[in-house]
């Protein structure tokens, strides 16, 4: 099986025709390596485009890389960072947080991915005391990875809460486009104009080859970044391939089609099985993930045919990710087999 | 000035056509991430069929990322890896090995960037002694940072003593395909049949947009190399996109012709410049590139027309890289244009 | 104020007389440093004649370095340690066991600070998966940080689950004495019996100026432990001080006699304030602890004339210690004060 | 053998009678831990007596502790340190320095085991250049690993240098005080007025049982380093016992009255076996330590009596070291003796 459809995860499609035509049409002569060139020039012009002047951005190969890179670039090792139990940076890196920032992750349970100043103010606490790791970040999921999302009202909430406590806040934006899809906001809607510090803005999961940028939103946090990106082996040498695809990404509005699509075969997908009266859709499907009980006998019978993982074992709660190339015609098959399984 | 023609680095190339053209073909439907998928399967084959059965292999990033990721598997951070001082470990990765690794880095000066066992049998000591790093690994480059390149039986020789003394070989291959080349000899003849433990296989400075490969020879040392690329932000989800790329690069010989090529440029251009008696060329010129002393004052001159480094200013040394995409053109107008300035 | 009597911790107190008295007879000539001396080699034969011989000791200098030497010995940078979220690991230690192994601290909420198999086993998974931190340590404390006491067939049950999974048992024994001595069991019953595999045996909170030791309970896990150590910064050049500590707390039952007295005086002091109803008592009083709920208004009357640290400033609960040399008329006298105050 | 005199190294010496002295006085009732007792406060004004009062005293366990606890405070993880090759923290601390620093340690070979400027002064380079470590200290011992001493204008020199750089120095003073006995001088006229940035002040090695203080000459340096020293495991509870000593050590002159002896016995061992023509003393004796060539085939006849370390056994270079409690007695027992062997 080479090429097939899965509903596993947005990395799981390939790349978007644009993009990739914007990595061959790079693909000529040379040019400087580790970004002097002329392609990451222009993609950083976009990004400004986007998100106001005032912003600092750097390119990195992955997620992990850019939380890691972003994190370690505004913390000391005796920091600790807060976020939610279900945050990537909590669950899906291997401990690449605590290894490379030396930080402690503080994680909270949440209902929904979201966390909130009641649900965190409990560890806001110590500030001085040599014993305790000191509070410095504040780490939300835009969207989160149970696919909700943040309005910008609760993020202002958290940010005036951390910056009140010199503290700052961190986003994993590795689908912050459908986010502000989902909103119907633009990205400075969200990020810029709501006070956060640092974004990890995600090119890989929205039609990109590879690729993420770490944006601070306050330059005087940046001084140290570029050794620190170099230190965490995450500076490329043919920058000129990230940047490309960003500036593909970034215009003809790319980003927000693609995220638009995605979400909205969630929701297509979501409507139509709701009437599967076994599954129970566990989340709003706010962006382009669909988490769902359903009777754990059908799980491997479903797997057979389509590729997607198990949530939460325990709970028989599974996750389908649609993708910016997820066709109606998937969802419709996909649909209709899930209508003929479980019964 | 989008594109030019540099003599900077190897990296400053773009990706050669037949490997895009497997990073288009690749672009087809849904692969699973992480590198279960079909065309990750078939790079490592191909590695198999070059260096024998008996290897693994594991693709991430970038160079520094190869190392790393590869020293880190077989090191504890009280370890020692001993190395030319002019080894990429050395200068060139902002301290990735020791933030990483937690290992010392010892340092050893040479002429021409290759090391003995008399240059380093001083610091093969105080084993069992808490006090001291315990020394575990010999890295080498190869082809050197210098351009040279170590014989077949140099490595042997390295290989033994550091085998008897529990210790293990690295090699930092950024340009392995260089140097088989210049050696006339198969990769598997400078790596699987000298007897080295673990391999940095360099892809991007022959060709390839990014991606490099970690190659253990022993299998007994890669049992948690997965843990570790992960947490050391080398795991890409859509690794299809790297194995596509050295599915290519191993196919049809490219890796050869592209080494070959390179090589070749650097020999005519250092033929070419002989004559210039202002100039002298201070190390053998076996691969591709060029060291040369040139009278301080031409330097600026030269760099107003043509990208390249400084490699050492108290001594007025400079470093000219060729690529498998350099023409003879190229060769020839450069060597005009130096002939015309040194005077 | 030069000396006073707190009740803020058993550090504040100061040397046993026999200890110290132990320290002064060490002090007579010359003694090979790092602990190739007389001293170190029968304080040793001291741990084995009360844990067994199939033992590994190894003295550090405080409990932070204690707990650190120990987890990084048996962990690698990818593995996870599950432990209470009130553990001296988790929220004492200013993230050292982040830093200095790498690892994921797991923090469970517990009502009393112990751990048992359901409130983890939801950590207990992602084994083999790349993204996921590999459960590796179940680290307990015992005594545990609110005063209560694992029983043997408590620990048992986790060293049987835990082994079953591959995983580890590491016990944090600041207080292991006050533990033994509340379950009137030797120490062995607790640790050797019940298949833990690595102490952090503690001293000074037992009546000693500095110094613990670290036990491992399988030889195999100790190779690489004296490396460790050195690097840690935890190997004291005159051990012969630490040594001559340990071989007197482990003589004459000083440790035994310590540790009763300490926890006699906490059941005194509740004892003697249960009849004050506005206090809470709200742990078991089983060792040398006495966790309380008190009117906050009482709070900084108190502390006034006696020092103590507040627990959980939400609850307005405190934390009263007692230590070895806690008299009865210090019971007396802060009881009195107590019933005086609190109206 | 449970007391004997040896010449392996000022740390296997005994602690000084009125510094043990002091401790048991401190031993009387109950002090605050971690520092906030009446004893700290008192041996930090001690400090400021003999250094000035624009210092920040932090004590710590040991040397290693101290420098990495030090050096650690005052860099980033991508920072490069510069010192003699024959540095405590290059050679004799199993790697603590990178692993907890994360920097890179260069190591610049000298006769002497004093850096100068055109030792170090290739390595000042790269500024602003991601792909390598930042220059940022320059580490020197005074008095050296080799026993010789920097004289104030070499220091100074050195610290010029450095902040012409924007680079810190910092002093490895395990030592500190044979080198100010040496040269005849106060403590400082070779720290404070000389411009060193911070300074591990050695206890330990002269009189001490356990102990070292982290002193920083610029306030604006210090503050991190609280947390640093907890994260680092270096943050005694019984804070006291450290206070205690160095208040001891710097009363009455101990610590100037100890390190002159140690250092007027080198010297009178030194005289009595300069007539040996079969010894060759490689290093000026200018504080407790001798190095010397004697023929191999006597190493170990010699170490059957006296315990000492050989320094290089290359050259068949044996160190011994005096302490503040080497009696002339020693001193001609040992000399008589050598006279006798070296034949």
């Known amino acids: 099986m080479k090429n097939f459809k899965s509903f596993a995860s947005d990395n799981n499609s390939g790349v978007h025709p644009e993009i990739l035509q914007a990595m061959i049409d790079a693909n000529s002569g040379h040019a400087i390596a580790y970004g002097n060139d002329y392609y990451t020039k222009s993609a950083i012009e976009k990004f400004k ?21 972003g994190l370690n670039t505004i913390t000391n090792t005796y920091n600790s960072i807060i976020c939610a139990e279900t945050a ?37 606490k110590g500030f ?6 000191q509070p410095k970040i504040i780490s939300i ?28 806040v961190h986003v994993d934006g590795a689908r912050i486009c459908n986010a502000a899809v989902s909103l119907n906001l633009d990205l400075k809607n969200i990020t810029t104009d709501v006070g956060i ?6 090119g890989t999961k929205n039609g990109m080859m590879y690729g993420e940028a770490v944006i601070f939103f306050n330059k005087n946090l940046s001084n140290n970044v570029k050794y620190i990106r170099k230190q965490s082996m995450q500076l490329t040498s043919k920058m000129r391939y990230i940047s490309a695809q960003f500036e593909a990404l970034l215009s003809n509005n790319i980003w927000l089609k693609n995220a638009k699509h995605a979400n909205k075969m969630a929701k297509l997908l979501s409507d139509k099985i709701k009437d599967i009266h076994r599954i129970t859709i566990t989340q709003k499907v706010e962006t382009n993930g669909i988490f769902a009980i359903i009777p754990e ?12 993982y198990v949530w939460d074992e325990d709970k028989s709660e599974v996750r389908w990710m649609t993708s910016y190339d997820t066709t109606e015609q998937d969802i419709n098959n996909f649909s209709a087999f899930l209508h003929e399984v479980i019964v």
């Open 297 to 308: 006998k059908y799980i491997p019978i479903i797997q057979k045919e389509y590729f997607f």
């Open 197 to 202: 510090d640092i974004l990890s803005f995600g």
């Open 49 to 69: 485009v986007l998100l106001g002047n005032n912003i600092d951005v750097y390119f990195v190969f992955n997620g992990t890389g850019a939380n890691v890179v």
């Open 88 to 124: 990537h940076i909590n669950v899906d890196e291997c401990g690449a947080p605590e290894k490379n920032t030396g930080c402690k992750i503080i994680p909270v349970p949440t209902n929904n991915g979201k966390i909130t100043i009641n649900l965190i103010k409990q560890h806001i």
């Open 141 to 168: 999921t835009q969207a989160t990875e149970l696919g909700t999302v943040y309005t910008p009202d609760e993020i202002k909430e958290l940010t005036s809460f951390a910056h009140k406590h010199n503290m700052l």
């Open 128 to 133: 001085g005391f040599e014993h305790h790791s």
